[in-house]
């Protein structure tokens, strides 16, 4: 026991000490991750008048059946979009999307290029493609968050679902001729939302005929059809031509100085054209990994390590922007800076991550944070560092505890007599101590906790230990 005593009163001092910051002498690795480098078109010609040919006989079929929800009577203003992706709820990231391309107002080609804002974040090709919608890719860790359903497809307005598709394979890498995955919706208006390349099998269980709701889920996603990754094609028609009456027009969401399709904005809030953002702050006990397409990346993410560990810093940016400057900060405990340090960015990205590495610099046991700070926005990823275990203390490998977390008792297995056991919370203070040489420990009553992280030290009648983290709820 006194041992332990003079172990907190170190632990103390270490967190009260050096309350002032540190400078990293090192620079990070990383850089761009360039989504679609080649340009590959979402749809060749032959594919979009497919798509169009698809709106058109379903509209048709539904009138036929009664069923169109859509009448020209009706003279009602074009919608006013939310953003057609989000993330799944629960997921820990703090945005999941960058922008890759908008639509090309430049008909000309190629390399004659111009988006809504007089700018060039669009491509056209040398076969006469010209980008027509808006690419929303995943990021970070594309493949990861498809495969996981972590990235969801959401009705930009409420409407009619004309026509489906989501049997197709979804792990496209290339311009191959294939078609995606899909949902149209026609609005009150008569216009028509395309979103394409839905991971296979996600998509709503709604068919055509069905009315969906603004923020309802459509799908997640995907990469199929004519695809280099996991991305949202969003294209918007105003009018579809019908029977020969009308026109198929084109319009781009956003309004801007360059956009010569339509002079109002389609959105409720028309977010930045470059808008910049931490999308994850994450920590890693190795590098990520990005394998070529389509391999899931090894992201080598974790929340746990211990004093003697190398951990790698990660953040993860969309719309990085040359001459601004990020904050970083590693956080003990108690909240004091053990390192913090102004990251200046010197390129332009539409997504961009970089890491740095220590090794056993976090050598206090508790919950740390590592913090960024960007474009007034901040974000606080929380890790846990244990003390590396003695020998002593794999003895007891087949101990363990439950519930974890837990609301009131936690229960002790163990084929070992637990003689000793102690809470301890995440600064390094004793919060609760037990000793039953006798008739051992089974049960410890958490109920007067806050809540929160704790580390549980249980040491048996033969002197064998384990540390236990556990969350009280």
């Excluded at 319009?251 to 994850?280: E, F, H, L, R």
């Excluded at 702050?281 to 993410?301: D, K």
């Excluded at 890790?383 to 229960?411: H, Q």
Aim: charged share 15%.
């Amino acid at each position: 026991m006194k041992s332990k005593i003079i172990l907190f009163l170190i632990l103390s001092i270490l967190l009260m000490s050096s309350g002032n910051a540190q400078t990293p002498n090192f620079t990070p690795d990383g850089g761009e991750f360039a989504f679609n480098a080649k340009n590959i078109p979402c749809l060749t010609d032959k594919q979009r008048e497919g798509v169009l040919n698809d709106i058109r006989n379903n509209i048709q079929q539904l009138k036929l059946q009664k069923k169109l929800s859509y009448s020209k009577n009706n003279v009602v203003p074009h919608p006013l979009f939310i953003w057609p992706v989000k993330k799944k709820d629960g997921h820990e990231y703090n945005d999941v999307w960058g922008i890759s391309n908008y639509v090309d107002q430049n008909a000309a080609y190629p390399n004659q290029i111009q988006d809504y804002n007089c700018g060039t974040r669009t491509y056209d090709t040398t076969s006469g493609y010209n980008h027509a919608g808006i690419d929303i890719f995943n990021w970070p860790f594309q493949w990861k968050m498809m495969d996981n359903d972590e990235v969801e497809i959401v009705a930009a307005a409420p409407g009619q679902i004309l026509a489906k598709v989501d049997s197709r394979t979804d792990r496209s890498c290339s311009l191959n001729g294939t078609n995606w995955n899909f949902v149209y919706v026609q609005h009150a208006d008569g216009s028509v939302a395309v979103y394409g390349h839905l991971k296979q099998f996600s998509s709503t269980t709604k068919v055509a005929g069905d009315m969906v709701e603004e923020g309802e889920y459509l799908g997640v996603v995907g990469s199929s059809g004519n695809s280099t990754g996991p991305h949202l094609h969003f294209e918007v028609y105003s009018e579809i031509e019908w029977n020969g009456v009308g026109q198929d027009v084109l319009v781009d969401p956003y309004a801007g100085t360059c956009n010569s399709m339509n002079s109002d904005t389609w959105w409720q809030n028309q977010k930045p054209y470059n808008n910049p953002n931490i999308n994850a702050a994450l920590t890693h006990s190795a590098p990520p990994v990005f394998p070529a397409c389509p391999t899931q990346e090894t992201t080598n993410e974790s929340n746990d390590f211990l004093t003697t560990d190398t951990i790698y810093f990660a953040i993860y940016l969309r719309d990085q922007e040359v001459g601004t400057t990020i904050n970083l900060k590693i956080l003990r405990p108690n909240n004091t800076a053990l390192y913090s340090w102004d990251f200046a960015l010197n390129a332009n990205y539409n997504s961009s991550y970089w890491y740095w590495n220590y090794t056993g610099a976090a050598n206090i046991p508790g919950e740390w944070k590592w913090q960024a700070t960007y474009n007034g926005q901040t974000v606080t990823h929380p890790f846990n560092v244990t003390n590396a275990l003695s020998v002593e203390d794999n003895f007891l490998k087949n101990t363990s505890i439950f519930p974890n977390p837990t609301n009131d008792l936690i229960n002790i297995s163990s084929i070992k007599k637990i003689s000793k056991a102690e809470i301890i919370n995440v600064t390094g203070k004793s919060i609760k101590y037990i000793h039953q040489p006798t008739q051992g420990i089974k049960t410890i009553n958490t109920s007067n906790l806050s809540n929160g992280l704790y580390f549980l030290m249980l040491e048996s009648d033969a002197y064998e230990k384990k540390i236990i983290k556990f969350i009280k709820e």
